[in-house]
């Protein structure tokens, strides 16, 4: 079993800036791609970022230019830098990975973090 845990929400000003991270935590397995999500209240849930294992990342046009996404192998950890934040970045962020586990991938995520922009 592996274990996805976001941390590093919270609320902030328009124009500030939030890092997100996700540790992965188990046993006996190896991470493939890894992606950041986000669903604002009402919204479905969209992809923001993703990052696969070779460092090869991906944005939503909503982002590009203002999020970062990055990824620490020896460490199962996957980040977002989000700066010149706007309120309609409010949402809770998720974070998916695709992980091998005892021979068979399988989609994990996490449970989300709320990050909030407002003034």
């Known amino acids: 079993q592996v274990l996805l845990v976001e941390s590093g929400g919270g609320f902030v000003q328009p124009g500030g800036s939030l890092r997100l991270s996700c540790a992965a935590s188990g046993s006996s397995f190896k991470i493939y791609d890894m992606n950041w999500y986000r669903q604002a209240q009402g919204k479905q849930r969209e992809l923001v970022a993703g990052i696969t294992s070779g460092g090869s990342s991906n944005y939503a046009d909503s982002v590009k230019g203002r999020f970062t996404i990055s990824r620490d192998n020896d460490k199962n950890t996957l980040y977002l830098q989000m700066n010149s934040l706007k309120p309609e970045d409010t949402a809770v962020y998720y974070c998916?990975?695709?992980?091998?586990?005892?021979?068979?991938?399988?989609?994990?995520w996490g449970k989300g973090t709320l990050v909030t922009v407002s003034s």
């Open positions: 998916n990975a695709h992980i091998i586990v005892v021979g068979s991938t399988i989609n994990y």
